[in-house]
Nanobody, 121 residues
Framework: QVQLVESGGGLVQAGEALRLSCAAS????????MGWYRQAPGKQRELVAT???????NYADSVKGRFAISRDNAKNTVYLQMNSLKPEDTGVYYC???????????????WGQGTLVTVSS
């Protein structure tokens, strides 16, 4: 079974930085893409950033130039460096892994439990 565990959330002031981490555990042979999504109170979950196994990245327009996604394929871990945080970045940040290959089965999609990021003004 594959699990994703996020860490690094917390309370910061506007303009500060945070780094989120998400580690995938299990007998993993490879993961096609990993990413971060967020859900603000009363809003739908939205894409923040994704990164493929080959390190091709995609960002939401609202975070371009401020956030940077990276991954360590050897550790099955994805990171999100968030700089110049704004109050509107507040929300629960969820890690996502797409097409996780394990011996005998490929998991289509797995989600983490989420980590709360709160940015005060």
């Amino acid at each position: 079974q594959v699990q994703l565990v996020e860490s690094g959330g917390g309370l910061v002031q506007a303009g500060e930085a945070l780094r989120l981490s998400c580690a995938a555990s299990g007998n993993i042979l490879g993961i096609h893409a990993m990413g971060w999504y967020r859900q603000a109170p009363g809003k739908q979950r939205e894409l923040v950033a994704t990164i493929t196994h080959e390190s091709s990245t995609n960002y939401a327009d609202s975070v371009k130039g401020r956030f940077a996604i990276s991954r360590d394929n050897a550790k099955n871990t994805v990171y999100l460096q968030m700089n110049s945080l704004k109050p509107e970045d507040t929300g629960v940040y969820y890690c996502n892994a797409d097409s996780i290959a394990t011996p005998g089965i490929t998991y289509v999609e797995v989600w983490g439990q989420g980590t709360l990021v709160t940015v005060s003004s």
